[in-house]
T-cell receptor, first 113, second 113 residues
Framework: AQSVSQHNHHVILSEAASLELGCNYS??????LFWYVQYPGQHLQLLLK??????LVKGIKGFEAEFIKSKFSFNLRKPSVQWSDTAEYFC???????????FGQGTTLQVKP | DGGITQSPKYLFRKEGQNVTLSCEQN?????MYWYRQDPGQGLRLIYY???????QKGDIAEGYSVSREKKESFPLTVTSAQKNPTAFYLC????????????FGAGTRLSVL
């Protein structure tokens, strides 16, 4: 079955700590992968996306993600988090076979000042 | 302002009642989607529509109905058959040829009285 899974459901970090949120996908065909962020009380926003080309993609607010095909992974990273990064993060993928966007379970990130 | 507007922001449903959630977009997007967000489960696809007058069931369509009479509008009805309607509902839209990037509304939180 096609799925996207996120390993961490709740992460607590102190400011300036480094962040890595795991995401794995399990489906075939052309892979398009996304990270969305939902700040408290706000819209779901696109952080970054991977369609093809350079597997290391840069997003907004200093976030980046690396597509590793051999590991079926698309982990989100940020070298130094800020209190304002407190939010829920969703990994999502879409398979060209079905055309549907599939979301992971989400990871709640809490950054302590 | 261009964007996706969901209304109301909060909605309460009585037992046995049908309620309709509004989703309007002025972005001229062809495809529209409805998701349900529950804690720890990410976003799950309820219904989607690729073009006017056509829509498809998503992964959890039971107890829901939609219509797509106009390109701009994709209302979702939560029927009395949906036994666990309490959730956060998100509408999204996608332009043709946008490589599957979906843009989200602010959401409607539905609770049962």
């Amino acid at each position: 079955a096609q799925s996207v899974s996120q390993h961490n459901h709740h992460v607590i970090l102190s400011e300036a700590a480094s962040l890595e949120l795991g995401c794995n996908y399990s489906y075939g065909g052309t892979v398009n992968l996304f990270w969305y962020v939902q700040y408290p009380g706000q819209h779901l926003q696109l952080l970054l996306k991977y369609f093809s080309g350079d597997p290391l993609v840069k997003g907004i607010k200093g976030f980046e993600a690396e597509f590793i095909k051999s590991k079926f992974s698309f982990n989100l990273r940020k070298p130094s988090v800020q209190w304002s990064d407190t939010a829920e993060y969703f990994c999502a993928g879409i398979s060209s076979n079905t055309g549907k966007l599939i979301f992971g379970q989400g990871t709640t990130l809490q950054v302590k000042p | 302002d261009g964007g996706i507007t969901q209304s109301p922001k909060y909605l309460f449903r009585k037992e046995g009642q049908n309620v309709t959630l509004s989703c309007e977009q002025n972005l001229n997007h062809d495809a529209m989607y409805w998701y349900r967000q529950d804690p720890g489960q990410g976003l799950r696809l309820i219904y989607y529509s690729q073009i006017v007058n056509d829509f498809q069931k998503g992964d959890i369509a039971e107890g829901y109905s939609v219509s797509r009479e106009k390109k701009e509008s994709f209302p979702l009805t939560v029927t009395s058959a949906q036994k666990n309607p309490t959730a956060f509902y998100l509408c999204a839209s996608r332009p043709t040829g946008a490589k599957n990037i979906q843009y989200f509304g602010a959401g409607t939180r539905l609770s049962v009285l």
